[in-house]
């Protein structure tokens, strides 16, 4: 069975006339007999009756109508679903986003007020090479120069604001040692960062709570159940959060820089580049409220 018989098929059953469907597809009228033939050999059925002046579907040609009209409308719209997939494909940014996550979510947000026709496809995995930006952190001045910084960012010390380290200026990490810590689970970038930030203070924390979910370390920080590090702008809220108090850390040095990684294999993207600058300006201008 073949496409071009089901096509003249179809033309016949809409004229119940060989030769006016002939004629509407533009070729001799025993071609057209001959495929409606074969048809029915290869089916089994007749599909016409034949009757002075013209033919008539049987019952065999109604079901069969019936059947393939809605995969012939298919195939006839597949041209153009393919080619909408494809605008939309190159229409669409892939990013990978490690780090910073609510500061991009916003960044998305506001970009696509501007470019409304836009599409993003959001993951957060250590191993996929499917994106066309990464985001994602690490301790200043220690990545590849390859990367590009978007900025640093400080990290505050959350501390319960009934605690006695609440009326301190600023703390150095070691004077929280023996404090319990909410942190993000060790498969998070910010986790691998804040690690060091203890080690580097000459102690391990005491983990009592941790979470991939950032929201759910932020609450418990907020509701004073330990304490933790804060990142200045990309969890916001900072200053709005009336049970903790943020204290800047004196020593060890507590920062980290938001780094955009670009694929290599699509990096010649206008789209990519244009939403790449616009998330540098866009963080830029978090942090320039922030401070």
Known sequence: MELQQLQYFLVAAKYEHITKAANSLHIAQPALSQSIRRLEAELGVKLFDRRKGGIVLSDSGRLLVKEIEPIMKSLE???KKLADAA????QTIHLNVLAASVLVTNCIIAYKAGHPDVNFRFVQSQSTTDYDLCITAALPRRHPTANQVVLEEKFYLAVPSASRYASYEEIDLIDVAEEGFIMMADTRPIRRICDQFCMEAGF???IIFESMNFEAVRSLISAGL???FWPEFTWENAISSPNVTFLPIRSPECKRD???TRNPQFTGSP???DFHDFLIGYAKECRDKYQ
């Open 87 to 90: 605008g939309r494909q190159h």
């Open 271 to 273: 789209l990519v580049q």
């Open 77 to 79: 719209d597949l041209p």
């Open 226 to 228: 330990g304490v933790g």
């Open 204 to 206: 391990t924390p005491d």
């Open 258 to 260: 938001l780094i955009i």
